[in-house]
């Protein structure tokens, strides 16, 4: 039997510098990915936007945990975003892209648009939607992200030009 699939914009999760923020997951269909996508700007000059201060993908790098919980006390899944790029590495089999003008020395305050995928089912398996998440039979599901500093991502930075955002978008099936 074929599935249906259904793309749902969730909420935008606000930064707060060293602070944790959450927000309450729709329920109802099976999950097969949550997208995760992180939009700011950073302020660092040319010179000191160099691989020797940042190093590729670390935007991600502002996202100091994840964690995924449902009915209120179990965690789902818990990951930094620099652990989160690469569990999307080894379960899709490719890198997902990054902002190129992060540590290219010539770039003054760059801009980063990144979005890296959770994974619940089992992409590259025989059976991919065992491992699906049924939401449908949560009480509530929640996602925490625990927010670093700028100088996460570089350490020559002196503040975001544009505080960043995480977007969550749901891939549903049913």
């Given at each position: 039997?074929?599935?249906?699939?259904?793309?749902?914009?969730?909420?935008?999760?606000?930064?707060?510098?060293?602070?944790?923020?959450?927000?309450?997951?729709?329920?109802?269909?099976?999950?097969?990915?949550?997208?995760?996508?992180?939009?700011?700007?950073?302020?660092?000059?040319?010179?000191?936007?160099?691989?020797?201060?940042?190093?590729?993908?670390?935007?991600?790098?502002?996202?100091?945990?994840?964690?995924?919980?449902?009915?209120?006390?179990?965690?789902?899944?818990?990951?930094?975003g620099d652990e989160l790029r690469q569990y999307g590495r080894i379960m899709y089999g490719f890198m997902p892209?990054?902002?190129?003008?992060?540590?290219?020395?010539v770039t003054t305050n760059p801009s980063f648009d990144s979005t890296l995928i959770l994974p619940f089912w089992s992409p590259r398996t025989i059976k991919p939607h065992d491992t699906i998440l049924r939401s449908g039979q949560l009480t509530n599901l929640e996602l925490i992200v625990n927010w670093g500093s700028h100088l996460s991502i570089n350490a020559t930075a002196t503040a975001f030009g544009t505080s960043p955002t995480i977007e969550l978008t749901s891939i549903e099936a049913f």
């Open positions: 039997m074929t599935q249906q699939v259904r793309i749902r914009t969730q909420d935008t999760i606000p930064y707060a510098a060293g602070d944790k923020r959450s927000v309450k997951l729709s329920r109802g269909y099976d999950y097969r990915e949550l997208w995760l996508r992180l939009q700011g700007s950073l302020t660092v000059s040319a010179a000191n936007n160099t691989a020797a201060n940042t190093l590729r993908g670390d935007e991600w790098a502002v996202v100091q945990g994840i964690e995924l919980i449902a009915n209120g006390d179990t965690v789902l899944r818990s990951m930094s892209r990054i902002t190129p003008t992060l540590g290219d020395g």
